[in-house]
């Protein structure tokens, strides 16, 4: 399937699929492959995407079940671009602390110059909130995430972004994060795999 595309994009940790979905309706000539470690959330979204054309069906989407911890699996080096928006559990703090082992994982994705995309939050309880990027601090640790993503194999920027910026992102859980709680603060990295 993935011949007859000219790129392929992956939305890791996908949850209710809505972003990958709505990317492929935009880009009919990409193969858009939502994954999440869970497959509750997946089987909407899959139904959606194997329908007939004339009711929203997409032939260039589908969806899997691959955790962070089984990846890349399969999808070993097919990459084109790859998005993890807002992600809870083990891939949150894959990208967030960032773990060394995480991001190697996601790296094994990637084709050489495959673009990323990743957007996290944390709020005030968080332990993620000691590692992430507090005011005064904030210089400090993203010049200590840029380098935990070089040694991965990503070529990244990261700054703190506004709880608007992440509700205009079209997934499902960026306008309840956004919105629901006005103390969680959230961090955007962008960039490529080298």
């Avoid at 993620?128 to 210089?139: D, I, K, R, T």
């Amino acid at each position: 399937m993935a011949a007859r595309h000219a790129a392929v994009h992956l939305d890791f940790g996908t949850g209710d699929g809505a972003f990958a979905l709505r990317r492929a309706r935009s880009e009919p000539s990409t193969l858009v492959i939502g994954v999440d470690a869970s497959a509750e959330g997946l089987r909407e979204p899959s139904r959606r995407a194997a329908g007939k054309p004339a009711r929203g069906g997409l032939a260039n989407a589908m969806f899997g079940v691959l955790p962070l911890e089984r990846a890349p699996g399969e999808l070993l080096g097919l990459v084109d671009s790859l998005t993890v928006l807002l992600p809870w559990g083990s891939l949150l703090r894959a990208v967030a602390l960032p773990e060394a082992e995480g991001l190697a994982r996601l790296r094994g994705l990637c084709k050489p110059g495959a673009s990323l995309q990743v957007v996290f939050g944390y709020g005030p309880g968080d332990p993620l909130a000691v590692q992430a990027l507090p005011g005064s601090q904030a210089e400090a640790r993203a010049a200590a995430l840029v380098q935990a993503y070089a040694r991965a194999g990503f070529t990244v920027t990261a700054r703190a972004t506004s709880r608007e910026e992440v509700g205009e992102l079209p997934t499902t859980w960026a306008k309840k994060l956004a919105y629901s709680n006005r103390e969680r603060e959230f961090v955007a990295l962008t960039g490529v795999a080298r």
